[in-house]
């Protein structure tokens, strides 16, 4: 009981970085360094923001009424024909986003495999359905918990590593700041952005933090230790994703190289590592790959249970349909033979795109008063929610718009 108290102090917030710190996040991150150095920094920093934002909502209700953002949207609807659409869509939108998300991570965990054994290209499909049936063996028994603390423990390692390199190699500060502060959409830089954003402020996670903060807080009295506990994990989160832009951008973009495959992700960490950069970034992407692989289809299932009003057995048929049904998809994708980088940056942009339409529903039932009486929004945090849905659904359209030719 001591060890379990003593690692759950480290709060709920931690959850929501551990699972916005995927191989989609040193992915992105590191073809937004390669190809446009800093200037898509400033997306970085509106990400960290909305993420704040919109999770401190989802933690708020989850603290004030008990409830998961599921059960919460089950019971705001009115009618039956409202609640019906309701789950439709969300079901939809958190099948959608979570099956691109998993392709991510089962394809990224592969990218992983591949650079630490120095296997072929046409190896990924290998290990992606390697990954993927391991991932189904632990999420069928269970006995997933150890081994994800020890990938997340990795992943850490590295993430620490990508910020000692951003120190050691002396970034151009004011062109860094101006990056940071002043927005800009260079050509050919929209969907890259609209990833950056997709891959940080993921919708599953609002379902999971509304959930997960309830062991932890049960007063409202809570909300400030809840509301630090969640800035402080994420702004570490957010320091370690812009320092992968800009150790990518001095290794890349401010030397005329280019990345050509996954193998090309090592190099920015060669200042600080040398000739084991490579092993250590497909180390890495491994531990962030199959650790998202194990948390985004329970995820899925633990969002459609709450709107659906099932219950939350991890050894129910139904639950366990979801989470198969999610894997299942991301290892069809992945040895489909897509390509893996391009594949890993759509599937943040499709989070990125969809973050509206969940974001959307949390905003209506912030403004609950019968659920959340004097805990609803205030005007600020529904001004701060308002710009957050705004400049992701304008992004996101755009992408679209771009994406069928149309601009």
């Known amino acids: 009981m001591l060890k379990k108290r003593r690692f759950f102090k480290l709060g709920p917030g931690a959850l929501v970085t551990a699972a916005f710190i995927g191989p989609g996040t040193i992915t992105t991150c590191s073809l937004a360094g390669a190809n446009f150095g800093y200037a898509l920094l400033w997306g970085m920093v509106f990400s960290i923001i909305a993420t704040i934002v919109l999770q401190e909502m989802s933690a708020r209700l989850g603290i004030i009424t008990r409830l998961g953002l599921g059960e919460a949207l089950r019971n705001h609807s009115s009618s039956k024909a409202s609640r019906i659409f309701t789950s439709v869509l969300v079901i939809s939108a958190i099948a959608a986003g979570n099956a691109a998300f998993q392709t991510g991570n089962i394809i990224g965990a592969s990218l992983g495999l591949q650079s630490v054994f120095e296997t072929s290209a046409g190896s990924v499909k ?3 359905l390697l990954v993927g049936i391991v991932s189904f063996v632990l999420l069928y028994i269970g006995s997933y918990k150890l081994i994800e603390k020890v990938l997340i423990a990795l992943v850490i390692l590295m993430s620490l590593t990508f910020v000692t390199t951003a120190i050691i190699i002396s970034p151009d500060f004011p062109e860094l700041l101006k990056g940071t502060f002043i927005p800009s959409i260079p050509e050919g830089s929209l969907l890259t ?21 309830q062991e932890r807080w049960k007063e409202q009295s809570d909300l400030p230790e809840a509301r630090i506990d969640l800035s402080v ?15 990518s951008s001095a290794a890349f973009f ?19 590592l040398g000739i084991w ?31 659906m009003g099932w219950e939350k057995d991890l050894k129910s048929f139904r639950f366990r349909a979801v989470w198969i049904v ?6 069809l994708f992945s040895v489909s033979g897509l390509k893996p980088i391009e594949a890993i940056v759509f599937a943040q942009a499709a989070n990125g795109i969809l973050l509206p339409v969940i974001a959307i529903y949390l905003l209506t039932v912030m403004n609950n008063k019968k659920l959340l009486g004097t805990s609803v929004n205030g005007i600020l945090s529904n001004v701060a929610g308002f710009v957050v849905v ?6 996101g359209m755009r992408s679209l718009l771009h994406v069928f030719g149309i601009i």
């Open 277 to 307: 950069a490579k092993y250590c970034t497909g180390l890495g992407l491994f531990a962030a790959g199959i650790s998202s692989a194990i948390t985004a289809p329970l995820a899925a299932a633990y969002a459609t249970a709450g709107i």
């Open 126 to 128: 290998f290990w992606a």
């Open 390 to 395: 705004m400049i992701a659904l304008g992004l």
């Open 193 to 213: 952005l609209v990833g950056l954003i997709g891959t940080t402020v993921v919708p599953y996670n609002l379902f999971l933090h509304a959930s997960a903060v």
């Open 254 to 272: 401010h030397t005329g190289r280019s990345i050509t495959g996954p193998s090309d992700f090592g190099i920015q960490l060669e200042p600080l």
């Open 233 to 247: 994990n994420v702004l570490l989160g957010g320091l370690i994703s812009m320092a992968i832009i800009v150790t």
């Open 326 to 331: 999610i894997l299942l998809t991301g290892v």
